[in-house]
């Protein structure tokens, strides 16, 4: 089992909500870390997008888009990135990332569709 | 403004070495760690390891240990990535970012342009 587990994909339409989530390997709590959330369009380095661990423990990157959050949900152990008011150019792929055991770790990535 | 500006495409024959800079400008390296991520045509986001640009000190993943080294250079302020005995499937985009300081700057931001290796015999 990987220690980050993402869903490949996911489609929704322009100006409704999309939950992306990232679920830990069941031997880790998501409550004992920060997630880490990055963007990738297509032919585009990864942008940081946020930081979470709790509500008092989050953080934003500079340039990243108002529309994001982050949260948890401890009983699927995942964490989760909420993107509000879908837009086009929110089509891309996100990619989450933990610290853990002494080596960054990212999920597979989802690819989010808009149509 | 902050930016990483990295080299250019390479193509190595299997057995060969690479080696990646990586520079940075708006900043000084000094106050900073740098973190190495690779992505393989159509993959996923795979951490090869962090460099503290104040010290030198790194922290390689487990998986490149004994092949890789990454060291800077203050006075360009530029960051370096070592690859060496290639392979094919060390075909990939190479990104250096800023960040990766567990406790410190954690995020990875910003991100270079990346820079294509190409494995081939």
């Known amino acids: 089992q990987a220690v980050l587990t993402q869903p490949s994909s996911l489609s929704a339409s322009p100006g409704a909500s999309a939950s992306l989530t990232c679920t830990l390997h069941?031997?880790?709590?998501?409550?004992?870390?920060?997630i880490y959330w990055y963007q990738q369009r297509p032919g585009s380095p990864p942008q940081y997008l946020l930081r979470?661990?709790?509500?008092?423990?989050?953080?934003?990157g500079s340039g990243a888009p108002g529309h994001f959050s982050g949260s948890k949900d401890a009983s699927a152990n995942a964490g989760i990135l909420l993107i509000s008011g879908l837009q086009s150019e929110d089509e891309a792929d996100y990619y989450c990332?933990?610290?853990?055991?002494?080596?960054?770790?990212f999920g597979g990535g989802t690819k989010l569709t808009v149509l | 403004q902050t930016q990483l500006v990295q080299s250019g495409p390479e193509v190595k024959k299997p057995g060969a070495s690479v080696k990646v800079s990586c520079k940075a400008s708006?900043?000084?390296?000094?106050?900073?760690?740098f973190t190495w991520v690779r992505q393989a045509p159509g993959q996923g986001l795979e951490w090869m390891g962090w460099?503290?640009?104040?010290?030198?000190?790194?922290n390689y993943a487990q998986k490149f240990q004994g092949r890789v080294t990454m060291t800077t250079d203050t006075s360009t302020s530029t960051v370096y990535m070592e690859l060496r005995s290639l392979r094919s499937d060390d075909t990939a985009v190479y990104y250096c970012?800023?960040?990766?300081?567990?406790?410190?700057?954690?995020?990875?931001?910003?991100w270079g342009q990346g820079t294509l290796v190409t494995v081939s015999s």
């Open positions: 970012a800023r960040g990766g300081v567990v406790g410190g700057t954690a995020w990875l931001d910003p």
């Open positions: 708006g900043y000084t390296l000094s106050s900073k760690g």
């Open positions: 460099i503290s640009g104040s010290n030198g000190n790194t």
């Open positions: 069941s031997g880790i709590n998501v409550a004992s870390y920060r």
């Open positions: 979470y661990k709790s509500d008092s423990d989050t953080q934003h």
């Open positions: 990332m933990i610290w853990h055991n002494g080596a960054w770790v």
